[in-house]
């Protein structure tokens, strides 16, 4: 059984950083698409930053230039780095494998960005 588990979330001042780390267990292959999404009070959970099954990252405009997704392949592991974090970067992050034609989640992790 595969299980996710974020850490790193909490409250940050605007201008901030912060660094999530997720962690993956059970029997993952090689071939994967791993990253984040977040989820604001009364909005759509929308992505963040992943990798894509081809290696290549992708990630949400409105966090270019300011989050660098990162991974350890051999703990199965991705990290968020979240730097210039911005009031409306408040949301529940989550973390989200896509392998074998399923897709996990993790529980998720608040990150609260104020003043």
């Known amino acids: 059984q595969v299980q996710l588990v974020e850490s790193g979330g909490g409250l940050v001042q605007p201008g901030g950083s912060l660094r999530l780390s997720c962690a993956a267990s059970?029997?993952?292959?090689?071939?994967?698409?791993m990253g984040w999404y977040r989820q604001a009070i009364g909005k759509e959970r929308e992505l963040v930053a992943l990798f894509r099954i081809d290696g290549s990252t992708n990630y949400a405009d409105s966090v270019k230039g300011r989050f660098t997704i990162s991974r350890d392949n051999a703990k199965n592991s991705v990290y968020l780095q979240m730097n210039s974090l911005k009031p409306e970067d408040t949301a529940v992050y989550y973390c989200?494998?896509?392998?074998?034609?399923?897709?996990?989640w993790g529980q998720g992790t608040q990150v609260t960005v104020s003043s």
């Open positions: 059970g029997s993952i292959p090689s071939s994967n698409a």
């Open positions: 989200y494998l896509y392998m074998r034609a399923r897709i996990h």
